[in-house]
């Protein structure tokens, strides 16, 4: 979404303006009657914006921050119309800087915005006061230990639009197919670039099937035939691999050795019958690997029993696919937000059933290089079936290793009342680095009955 804004100028309206992203050096700081904490940092949407600093402004009582950077990390962009005298937020310029020190009130949408925001420009990059400027970018602004936040309202909007979402992953509730003529079962996974949230207002720059993050599940029964329909929307090719399943070597998502990648703008069907044993499975991208599947293109493939074949026989039956995201760190780093279902703790899903019911979780490890050791308190748990296929191991446990790649089915009683953690002991997949739980964690409430 595009807003414009535009700033003008009164002292200086032949001055051109460069609205930069580096540092704010601290040069002007004595004129400007300003003090540079060494340590504030600046995070939109959850994102820390390298290389600024706010100011703190003691004649605003405000933090002061680049007007460009914060615009941009909400999707807007910064430019300078020399016609109006004015800045204009929309497109990139090229300005030149002329005045070092001028206070310039701000039109947002071409209306004079209240006099507390005007901006200082201060070594050519205009800055404006955090709160004036968070309200009039639709945001709000909080002081988390030394970081200025802006969270931008759209951003929470989003968040909680994208619960239905994680519900229906979280549930097995899978994608509703077109039924063909002859049976056939049809889907349509749209891969693209979305933003998501593992975190409310924390966005991941997410690349999705279908807008989110796990991608939808697809949950079909044995002998079912299906057409899947991939259409790429993202800026480079992809593939999907139908993870764990014995489909025809054409359809096996492999570029350059089961089918060429499918180009930017371009589809591809996926066409089968399923013959895999009724299970747990999973779908990613298999191209940039670390990229696409790192950052999102991946979902759940559960496969059921025939028509007529066994009824469930547990009481709930859940889904948490093991992954991450790289807010702050660079892709195919270490991710810096575990997630369950694309979400961080503790915005991942519950687990809410009564003292004595019986509980399916089908566990996906789709992380890109984590090994995760998820850990159940209070009860002890059973493997009952590993990458789809069922076993009857006996085996009690409270603690499992899981590996890329590999899914594992448990089951337990709920026999013990009260509030148990779910969590990976990986310990450092269970915090923030300042020490807020988070991550792999989620929480099995168990009720009277
Ligand atoms: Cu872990």
Same mark, same amino acid.
């Given at each position: 979404?595009?807003?414009?804004?535009?700033?003008?100028?009164?002292?200086?309206?032949?001055?051109?303006?460069?609205?930069?992203?580096?540092?704010?050096?601290?040069?002007?700081?004595?004129?400007?009657?300003?003090?540079?904490?060494?340590?504030?940092?600046?995070?939109?949407?959850?994102?820390?914006?390298?290389?600024?600093?706010? !100011?703190?402004?003691?004649?605003?009582?405000?933090?002061?921050?680049?007007?460009?950077?914060?615009?941009?990390?909400?999707?807007?962009? #910064?430019?300078?119309?020399?016609?109006?005298?004015?800045?204009?937020?929309?497109?990139?310029?090229?300005?030149?800087?002329?005045?070092?020190?001028?206070?310039? %009130?701000?039109?947002?949408?071409?209306?004079?915005? %209240?006099?507390?925001?005007?901006?200082?420009? #201060?070594?050519?990059?205009?800055?404006?006061?955090?709160?004036?400027?968070?309200?009039?970018?639709?945001?709000?602004?909080?002081?988390?230990?030394?970081?200025?936040? *802006?969270?931008?309202?759209?951003?929470?909007?989003?968040?909680?639009?994208?619960?239905?979402? !994680?519900?229906? !992953?979280?549930?097995?509730?899978?994608? =509703?197919?077109?039924?063909?003529?002859?049976?056939?079962?049809?889907?349509?996974?749209?891969?693209?670039?979305?933003?998501?949230?593992?975190?409310?207002?924390?966005?991941?720059?997410?690349?999705?099937?279908?807008?989110?993050?796990?991608?939808?599940?697809?949950?079909?029964?044995?002998?079912?035939?299906?057409?899947?329909?991939?259409?790429?929307?993202?800026?480079?090719?992809?593939? #999907?691999?139908?993870? &764990?399943?014995?489909?025809?070597?054409?359809?096996?998502?492999?570029?350059?050795?089961?089918?060429?990648?499918?180009?930017?703008?371009?589809?591809?069907?996926?066409?089968?019958? #399923?013959?895999?044993?009724?299970?747990?499975?999973?779908?990613?991208?298999?191209?940039?690997?670390?990229?696409?599947?790192?950052?999102?293109?991946?979902?759940?493939?559960?496969?059921?029993?025939?028509?007529?074949?066994?009824?469930?026989?547990?009481?709930?039956?859940?889904?948490?696919?093991?992954?991450?995201?790289?807010?702050?760190?660079?892709? &195919?780093?270490?991710?810096?937000?575990?997630?369950?279902?694309?979400?961080?703790?503790?915005?991942?899903?519950?687990?809410?059933?009564?003292?004595?019911?019986?509980?399916?979780?089908?566990?996906?490890?789709?992380?890109?290089?984590?090994?995760?050791?998820?850990?159940?308190?209070?009860?002890? *748990?059973?493997?009952?079936?590993?990458?789809?296929?069922?076993?009857?191991?006996?085996?009690?446990?409270?603690?499992?290793?899981?590996?890329?790649?590999?899914?594992?089915?448990?089951?337990?009683?709920?026999?013990?009342?009260?509030?148990?953690?779910?969590?990976?002991?990986?310990?450092?997949? =269970?915090?923030?680095?300042?020490?807020?739980?988070?991550?792999?964690?989620?929480?099995?409430?168990?009720?009277?009955?």
């Amino acid at each position: 979404m595009l807003r414009i804004w535009k700033i003008t100028s009164i002292l200086a309206a032949a001055a051109c303006l460069l609205l930069g992203t580096s540092a704010y050096a601290d040069s002007d700081e004595a004129s400007m009657g300003m003090g540079v904490s060494p340590v504030m940092q600046l995070a939109v949407n959850g994102k820390l914006i390298a290389g600024i600093q706010p !100011v703190w402004d003691a004649s605003m009582a405000d933090e002061i921050v680049p007007l460009r950077p914060v615009a941009a990390a909400m999707g807007m962009t #910064v430019g300078w119309d020399r016609k109006d005298g004015a800045v204009v937020i929309d497109t990139f310029g090229a300005p030149v800087i002329t005045d070092r020190s001028v206070k310039l %009130p701000v039109l947002i949408g071409g209306k004079q915005a %209240p006099a507390d925001i005007n901006a200082a420009v #201060v070594n050519g990059i205009a800055m404006a006061a955090a709160k004036p400027l968070a309200k009039a970018l639709d945001a709000d602004t909080a002081m988390n230990g030394n970081t200025l936040q *802006f969270t931008s309202h759209a951003a929470l909007k989003e968040f909680d639009a994208e619960n239905r979402a !994680v519900d229906d !992953v979280f549930n097995g509730v899978g994608l =509703t197919p077109h039924i063909a003529a002859d049976g056939t079962k049809e889907f349509t996974l749209t891969a693209g670039l979305h933003a998501w949230e593992p975190e409310k207002g924390v966005e991941a720059a997410a690349w999705t099937f279908n807008g989110q993050a796990p991608g939808p599940t697809i949950r079909v029964k044995q002998g079912d035939h299906v057409r899947i329909t991939l259409v790429n929307n993202l800026p480079e090719p992809t593939t #999907v691999h139908w993870h &764990g399943q014995t489909v025809p070597n054409a359809m096996d998502g492999v570029p350059d050795i089961t089918q060429p990648p499918v180009e930017s703008g371009q589809s591809f069907v996926y066409d089968f019958t #399923v013959r895999s044993s009724p299970g747990t499975y999973m779908y990613h991208s298999h191209y940039d690997d670390m990229m696409q599947v790192g950052s999102g293109l991946y979902g759940a493939f559960i496969i059921d029993p025939k028509d007529g074949a066994g009824a469930p026989e547990y009481d709930h039956d859940y889904t948490y696919l093991l992954s991450g995201f790289s807010i702050n760190s660079p892709i &195919g780093s270490e991710e810096d937000d575990y997630t369950m279902d694309g979400r961080s703790y503790p915005y991942t899903p519950d687990i809410v059933v009564k003292q004595g019911e019986t509980v399916r979780i089908r566990l996906i490890n789709i992380d890109t290089m984590e090994i995760h050791a998820m850990h159940l308190h209070g009860m002890n *748990f059973r493997v009952i079936a590993k990458d789809g296929q069922p076993s009857d191991d006996k085996q009690e446990m409270n603690t499992l290793l899981i590996g890329p790649g590999e899914t594992y089915d448990i089951a337990f009683t709920a026999d013990q009342i009260g509030t148990w953690m779910f969590h990976c002991h990986m310990l450092d997949h =269970t915090m923030h680095p300042d020490g807020t739980m988070a991550g792999l964690v989620s929480l099995v409430k168990v009720l009277p009955d």
